[in-house]
């Protein structure tokens, strides 16, 4: 029971970074030392499916981890599904004490998954240049808008909940990309069911062909898949900049407003341009606090993580 609940408190983390555009659940997995098995239990999803299907469902069970991935995917339900209206409104009247907090997060994980690297080498640091660059690339690439018609949404599901389990790319962030974050939130918010369907078998798609891949990475070139991801992770810093300008705006359906383009500035130019105060003392408050409390939670995953043997790069 006590590892159940520590594990529902994990999932309740990823829930919770997910539902802001910037922050990824992966990161919050591999800081809490699951993200090896959870890659391991989505990857054997298709497998599980098959026995199911032919009547072995004890097999299925054991075959994708359930227990594990259950008790998981509550907890992140439960934190997405209590959590975004809180942090809808935190971004609207709070936006810099909550990207302060979200920037200290971001910034230990680099130094996290950074650490697992066994050996850094001239491979290594070039997967964390091309890492880096990808992420700047897609954080800075113009945000189309899209309709959210039942097939956009499918597909964006899929590659939504890949970047979900990617460190350093927020699925919402991809959302935000597509213009279909205001859609899918609202659709949180009011439990719109029918949308929320179709945006789930999407995710299940994108799980089940994603997490694959990136378990043979990890199996056979570990360190340097560490590497790109620590990249991604660096890149993204750019993302959870606590001062920034909205350009321009998108409005969903109904008539709630969110920031399609940003542009960072330093805190004085933001005081400058907003004549609001940029709380620069409580911003560097919460990005220590958010430093503090990615430290506590990684040791307690070292705590409570089964010992995995050294895998050769």
Known sequence: ???AFLLYI???AMGAVDVVPG???GTMALITGIYDRLLAALAATPQALGLF??????????????SFLLVLLLGIATSIFSLAKGISYLMEHHPIPLWSFFFGLVMVSVWLVGREVSLWRWDRLLGLVAGTAFAIWITLAAPLQLTADPVTLFFAGALAICAMILPGISGSFILVLLGLYPAVLGALKSFDL?????FALGCLL?????????SWLLERVRDLTLAFLAGIILGSLGKVWPWKQTLTW??????ESYPLLQENLLPERYAALSGQDPQVLLALS??????VLVLGIEWLGRRTAPVRPGLAD
């Open 10 to 12: 994990k999932g309740m």
């Open 206 to 214: 994108g799980l089940m062909s994603f997490s694959r891949l990136l």
């Open 53 to 66: 299907v032919r009547g072995r469902i004890g097999q299925a069970w054991q075959a994708c981890d359930a």
């Open 286 to 291: 919460l990005a220590v606090l958010a430093i």
């Open 23 to 25: 922050f990824s659940g």
């Open 194 to 198: 029918p949308v929320l369907a179709v």
């Open 250 to 255: 998108q409005t969903n359906s109904r008539g």
């Open 1 to 3: 029971m006590k590892d």
